[in-house]
């Protein structure tokens, strides 16, 4: 199957500081992907849709100026959190979606984000 | 009501026993199905996916979809310690959204 990485997996930042994720795609190209995040204990939740070439699609209650996402190329989306405060730390993971069949998504490995 | 619903659990069954879990959605208009597995601190990993009403098998995992009641399960045979893990639900949003919605998931305890 697809193979989807982030980095970092974990990073650990003081509040007010911005911190960036990258999720790659490393054996095909993804002209979209998607923004999770997942709380403990709770499910994911969609945070946006990053678009190659164009503006993201942000998910109702997300605030785009918070979580600035950048899909740059087809095989590399980021998303930076900026000024980040406690209640931000949680699991982010990104996914996109498979060539054989756009509806199956592949999800990279997640990074784990703790502000102190 | 949730868009995708799911018992927490856990859902505990012994080794080698047939585990169900089981899945219900809102959105009439939705076509694709899929059933994820995540173990703790990683990010799910698809399981199977399914379209179509009925039954559809994959090794010792079966999905099976009703969508005139719109629900969806998972069955695995010859449940495995190695299979204890959360069960994600997620349901492709209808009219084109491309979005996936996932249940709260239902976390399975197979005992040796």
């Known amino acids: 199957g697809a193979v989807v990485s982030q980095h970092p997996s974990w990073v650990i930042c003081k509040s007010g500081t911005s911190v960036k994720i990258e999720c790659r795609s490393l054996?095909?190209?993804?002209?979209?992907m998607f923004w999770y995040r997942q709380f403990p204990k709770q499910s994911l939740m969609l945070m946006a849709t990053?678009?190659?070439?164009?503006?993201?699609?942000?998910e109702q209650g997300v605030e785009k100026d918070k979580f600035l996402i950048n899909h740059a190329s087809l095989t590399l989306s980021t998303l930076t959190v900026t000024s980040a405060h406690p209640e931000d730390s949680s699991f982010y993971i990104c996914?996109?979606?498979?060539?054989?069949?756009?509806?199956?998504?592949?999800f990279g490995p997640g990074t784990r984000l703790t502000v102190l | 009501q949730k868009e995708v619903e799911q018992n927490s659990g856990p859902l505990s069954v012994p080794e080698g026993a047939i585990a169900s879990l089981n899945c219900t959605y809102s959105?009439?208009?939705?076509?694709?199905f899929f059933w994820y597995r995540q173990y703790s601190g990683k990010s799910p990993e698809l399981i199977m996916f399914i379209y179509s009403n009925g039954d559809k098998e994959d090794g010792r995992f079966t999905a099976q979809l009703n969508k005139a009641s719109q629900y969806v399960s998972l069955l695995i045979r010859d449940s495995q310690p190695s299979d204890s893990a959360t069960y994600l639900c997620a349901v492709l949003k209808g009219g084109g959204a491309d979005k996936l919605i996932f249940g709260t998931g239902t976390r399975l305890q197979v005992f040796p």
């Open positions: 996914s996109a979606p498979s060539l054989q069949s756009t509806d199956t998504q592949y």
């Open positions: 990053s678009n190659e070439g164009s503006k993201a699609t942000y």
């Open positions: 959105d009439r208009g939705s076509q694709s």
């Open positions: 054996d095909f190209q993804a002209t979209t």
